[in-house]
Nanobody, 119 residues
């Protein structure tokens, strides 16, 4: 099993920035994709950003040009730099990773970190 721990959430004013980090530990299996999801009040959880093992990224349309996902392979850590934050970015942000055991993929989730953007 892999444990994912997120840091960096908090309260920020609209137009400000936050940087989230997520560190993975506890497994010798290779981590393939890592990403960030979020769930706002009254809404379904949605993909925010994804970075694949080869470095290819994709973003939700709502955050393109404002958020940047990056990954430190040596530390098994993924980051989400969030700029020009908007009140609608307010949500609990969850780190996600999948691992390949040689037989199957396993999904792992962090506990979530709250981002609140005030207007």
């Amino acid at each position: 099993q892999v444990q994912l721990v997120e840091f960096g959430g908090g309260l920020v004013q609209a137009g400000g920035s936050l940087r989230l980090s997520c560190a993975a530990s506890g497994s010798s299996f290779s981590i393939n994709d890592m990403g960030w999801y979020r769930q706002a009040p009254g809404k379904q959880r949605e993909l925010v950003a994804l970075i694949r093992s080869g470095g290819i990224t994709n973003y939700a349309d709502s955050v393109k040009g404002r958020f940047t996902i990056s990954r430190d392979y040596a530390k098994n850590t993924v980051y989400l730099q969030m700029n020009s934050l908007k009140p609608e970015d307010t949500a609990v942000y969850y780190c996600n990773a999948n691992t390949w055991t040689g037989i199957r993929y396993l999904e792992h989730w962090g506990q979530g970190t709250l981002v609140t953007v005030s207007s």
